[in-house]
């Protein structure tokens, strides 16, 4: 059998001096914002790998086919041909081994479950996403230690212990939004300071609590917790924690009245972009900040009820129109963010403070 093949072989390389039957040479397909694209590429085994040349370019993308196994022999191929960056979009992948000499890396909807990360290996990798898969577990990531964005959304994971990510001085943003994350790593006590840290999303998680003491996040601008099943939110110790805290999203959650009206008090006073589902908590006087108390008095007595109506009918006005205009600001915030984003792209190679996203 084994002797059988290696006379084939042989046979086509006789047949073909120039090694064109055997070696299996990938050229792209199309390029999208100097991304070399390949289509429906599909590399099974490994033994398919080493017969695979891939085009000599530092940013490859796989739209759809499937890379059975990303494995050391599928990462050699890459080294070889100089890619630094990669993408893989529906591209079927369910296990990776982490590339070493990759510094992009951006996986989405590939049906990926495990992520193998050699704990004696050195990764260059800074931008790291991995959306929409179906990782369970990030043991091993604090061994990526050059990171400047993990992107993790809409996957499985559970528990995330962000001690973890105090092994990367350099993050800036750590997405991990659509996850199940019910725990912070509760177990430890240990302060985790994440000097860079700019953005962080745990919004459509699990979360009951957020563990605010041992967070020291003094550069975070940035914050979602929306769509969580907290009840409480110490806004008091939130600003004091993160100093620099510019937009908070803690819509969604069904926080008690008390929580309410302080967030309310301190993220108006702070001049934070907040966005707070609007609770059924006996009166709104925390909307109304001046004025309001002391006008009570004052010849409201005939047809007080009627009064009372209006003024609830006005506070609920007030309300709403407040509420517009944090939709508005956060909508700047995003435009300024997309702005930012386009400029940025003019400078990709140079070093991007983000990432550009080639899906
Ligand atoms: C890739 O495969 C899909 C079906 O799986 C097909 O619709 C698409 O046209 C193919 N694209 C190319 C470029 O061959
Ligand atoms: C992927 O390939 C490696 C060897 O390169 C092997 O050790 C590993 O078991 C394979 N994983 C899967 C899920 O096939
Ligand atoms: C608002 O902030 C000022 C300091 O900036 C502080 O003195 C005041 O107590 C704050 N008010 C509320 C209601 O938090
Ligand atoms: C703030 O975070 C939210 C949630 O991750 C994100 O959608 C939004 O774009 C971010 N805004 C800015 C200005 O970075
Ligand atoms: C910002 O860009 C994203 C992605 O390109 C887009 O979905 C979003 O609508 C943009 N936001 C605004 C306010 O234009």
């Known amino acids: 059998m084994k002797f059988r093949t290696?006379?084939?072989?042989?046979?086509?390389?006789?047949?073909?001096?120039?090694?064109?039957?055997?070696?299996?040479?990938?050229?792209?397909?199309?390029?999208?914002?100097?991304?070399?694209?390949?289509?429906?590429?599909?590399v099974q085994m490994d033994t398919d790998v080493e017969a695979s040349v891939f085009p000599r370019v530092r940013q490859l993308g796989f739209i759809y086919g499937s890379i059975g196994n990303f494995s050391h022999t599928f990462n050699n191929q890459l080294f070889?041909?100089?890619?630094?960056?990669?993408?893989?979009?529906?591209?079927?992948?369910?296990?990776?081994?982490?590339?070493?000499?990759?510094?992009?890396?951006?996986?989405?909807?590939?049906?990926?479950?495990?992520?193998?990360?050699?704990?004696?290996?050195?990764?260059?990798?800074?931008?790291?996403?991995?959306?929409?898969?179906?990782l369970r577990s990030i043991a091993?990531?604090?061994?990526?230690?050059?990171?400047?964005?993990?992107?993790?959304?809409?996957?499985?994971?559970?528990?995330?212990?962000?001690?973890?990510?105090?092994?990367?001085?350099?993050?800036?943003?750590?997405?991990?939004?659509?996850?199940?994350?019910k725990t912070l790593g509760t177990s430890s006590a240990n302060i985790v300071h994440l000097p860079s840290l700019t953005h962080l999303d745990l919004g459509g998680n699990f979360l009951t609590k957020l563990p605010l003491d041992r967070w020291q996040l003094p550069q975070l601008i940035n914050l979602s917790v929306r769509d969580n099943l907290l009840t409480a939110l110490d806004s008091g110790t939130l600003v004091r924690r993160f100093p620099l805290l510019r937009i908070l999203d803690a819509s969604a959650n069904a926080l008690d009245c008390r929580s309410y009206h302080e967030a309310l008090q301190t993220f108006v006073n702070r001049s934070i972009v907040h966005l707070i589902d609007r609770r059924m908590c006996s009166v709104d006087d925390a909307i109304v900040l001046a004025g309001d108390g002391t006008r009570r008095t004052n010849g409201l007595q005939p047809d007080e009820g009627e009064t009372r109506l209006e003024v609830r009918q006005l506070k609920e006005r007030i309300f709403l129109q407040q509420r517009t205009i944090q939709q508005q600001r956060m909508e700047i915030e995003q435009l300024r963010a997309n702005l930012t984003t386009l400029m940025e792209q003019f400078d990709l190679v140079a070093g991007p403070v983000r990432a550009l996203d080639p899906f």
């Open 6 to 42: 290696v006379f084939s072989l042989i046979v086509l390389l006789m047949g073909c001096p120039t090694k064109c039957a055997v070696v299996r040479q990938y050229t792209c397909d199309n390029f999208f914002q100097s991304w070399c694209q390949l289509h429906n590429a599909t």
């Open 80 to 134: 070889k041909a100089g890619v630094l960056r990669v993408f893989a979009r529906g591209t079927r992948v369910t296990h990776l081994t982490m590339p070493s000499t990759i510094e992009q890396l951006y996986l989405r909807d590939n049906g990926l479950r495990t992520v193998e990360i050699d704990p004696r290996a050195r990764y260059l990798l800074r931008y790291l996403r991995l959306q929409m898969n179906k």
């Open 140 to 181: 091993h990531f604090d061994h990526l230690t050059q990171l400047l964005e993990l992107n993790l959304c809409d996957n499985l994971i559970v528990d995330v212990p962000l001690d973890t990510f105090a092994t990367m001085p350099k993050l800036r943003q750590l997405i991990l939004c659509g996850n199940h994350i």
